[in-house]
């Protein structure tokens, strides 16, 4: 039987825009004591994301900015308006254009946290109730206790069980609603520094993989290389990697970065690490069930059948540092 006060209060797995952070997802589900939610749990990156971090750093913060955020973070619980059905359901000509025209927050097909977690609308108003209180200084919890009170009325008790949060926290999010734009974020130092007991993974992967999928979804619902060049995609990633590295080098011990494709090239030597990260005395009671390094490798060097070489060549160039050694 597994003792949880060997396990961390919780865990999150999350990663830049197409990083494959999903695979360490499945490999957790292959743990007996580990409740893993394959949902994406997206509420920090409504605003949160950059609120917590400048309420923990005891920047000025005003009530009428966390009123703001509330009704972001509140959308995600919130039943689809008829419209919005319409559109989900493709019942409009012009479904696809409008579908596209939805911020992130509002587009809730995937992410209806109310029908998965009863508790989401109560949880979400009290804690956003709580940092008013602590912004005029009348409230008698810290911000940490806010912030574990909210996820714990969420998740409620797991009995032995450890929740595994998909996509909780990342070192950016997307904005924008057309055309999407990355926001970098402190929100992982921050919970990091809040909650010591958390492990957060982070999932990184070969720049040139990351492309070659980006560019695989349909030009017109491509909202984040819509219209845009290999330089801006060179720009903007550099840009990631290179925040996602300071984030990484700057939290506590309780933060870890993995490699994608150490996953499939170094099976057994990540997946020991991740054990070792996460205190998992046990090992996994279905190994290979849901992660197959053997299936996910197709994953992997898909730039060496990209066409346009160029655009390759250009990513080695200026992201070299970034680069998986597959050699």
Known sequence: MCNKENYPYLISVGGIAYSASGAVIDLLREYEYLQVETTEFRPFIAGLDTLLPKIHKGMDVTNKEISHVYKKTRMLGCKRSFVEDLIHKGTMA????????????????KFDYNSLYPEYSNATLELFENLKLLNENNCEDGLSKIIKNYLEKIFGDKGEKTVVLNQFLRPCSFTGSFVMKIKNTDIIKTIAELIPSIRIIVVIRDPRDLYCDIMQIPYRKNKLLYGKSIDYFVETYREIFSHTDSIIRESPENVIKIQFEDLIFNYAKSTETIENFLGLQEKAKSPLKYFDPKESISNTQMYTEYPNKHEIEKIEDELSKWLYDFY
């Open 94 to 109: 012009v479904a696809n254009n409008l579908t596209s025209l939805i911020p992130c927050y509002l587009n809730r097909k």
